[in-house]
């Protein structure tokens, strides 16, 4: 069995219908996410607000 960290980068992919994310936490572990396209797309326009100035 491979050790549960929460090393490593944040990622996305497409897996089946939906987008799967995954945020490693501090403390580890990670956030795992599963997405509708359209749910993406919103998280992204909204992180996209969020950072700009």
């Known amino acids: ?3 549960r960290t929460g090393d490593g980068p944040m990622e996305a992919s497409k ?3 939906g ?3 995954r945020v490693p ?3 580890g572990g990670r956030l795992v996410v ?3 396209a359209d749910e993406a797309g ?3 326009s909204s992180l996209a607000d969020a950072t700009s100035g």
């Open 1 to 3: 069995m491979k050790p």
């Open 42 to 44: 919103e998280l992204a």
């Open 34 to 36: 599963e997405l509708t």
């Open 19 to 21: 987008v799967i994310m």
């Open 25 to 27: 936490l501090e403390g």
């Open 15 to 17: 897996e089946g219908r």
